[in-house]
């Protein structure tokens, strides 16, 4: 008798404990995807998002590398969470705006008021770089060419045969920001049988291989350093302005409002320079985006 009583305790002692476990356990986890498009940029900045968030007791699943158009349905249909965007992506492709906002806070304001409520999304924060697509020539070309689009359209026009450059297959098809309507904007006298399209990493290898003298690029790509370029300014404000701003829904952001200053230093921290040597760290030192992003977080003491 005095056994039976013993083990009933016992039992009753463990199922106590499990289901105090188990209510501790759902009390405490707290769920979130991580979603990123499929380039190296995306990848740092979705590690430095998982990262920040795992540091703050989120149990994180992250569903990188998706295609532009992709992740964004994905964001939109609640697959994902929580995705790093583009201030100009929004204003260009989403809503489409009729005029061209060249203010980068104009811009931010306006992209964050109409996605929370056409869309219910949450822009939390914008940076000051701007990965925007950008006009890249060697440095020993900068006495001839100049510094800015403008120059570049003066040599052009002085030496239609001279310029060969290279452009991603995107950059050439577009209509209303490719490399024809950037040339007629400028009033460039670019040849259209100089312009080669190919995959955007090779634009870098043909100008550094002297195959083309002039090369799209990205204005935060760790190839700028790697290949030591010099960029171009668009004086002129041709490109829309790609600010980076983390995304998320508005559903997950009221259940977990703490993830705006989780965040805070993403936005915060990252200027140009900063991106250009964490993308430089994956594209030209070779490491994972993952440890680039690790490594960035601890040396600035937001993880341990």
Known sequence: MKN???????????????????SASGAETKKIIVGSKDFTEQYVLANLITLLLEENGFQVEEKLGMAAAIARAGLLSGQIDILPDYTGTAGGNYFKYPVKINDPVELYEKVKKDDLEQNNMVWMGR?????????????????????????????????PEKVVIAVNPTFYERETDGVFAMAEYYGMNLLRKNVKPMDTGLTYDALNRGQVNLAMV?????????????????????????NISVVVRKEIFDKYPEIENILLPITKLIDTETMI??????????????????EFLKEKGLIK
């Not at 039992?11 to 106590?16: D, G, P, S, Y």
């Not at 990205?218 to 790609?242: H, M, N, Q, S, V």
């Open 4 to 22: 039976r009583i013993f083990f009933s305790i016992v039992l009753l002692l463990v199922l106590f404990l499990a289901l105090g476990s188990l």
């Open 127 to 159: 940076t000051t770089f701007n990965n925007t697509y950008a006009l890249a020539i060697k440095k020993d070309m900068v006495d001839a060419m100049g510094t800015t689009f403008s120059s570049l359209a003066e040599y052009i026009n002085k030496n």
């Open 218 to 242: 990205f204005a935060t790509d760790g190839k700028l350093r790697k290949f030591d370029l010099a960029i171009l300014e668009d004086d002129k404000y041709f490109f829309p302005i790609y």
């Open 277 to 294: 040597n964490l993308n430089y760290e994956v594209d030209g030192i070779g490491k994972p985006a993952s440890m680039v992003a690790k």
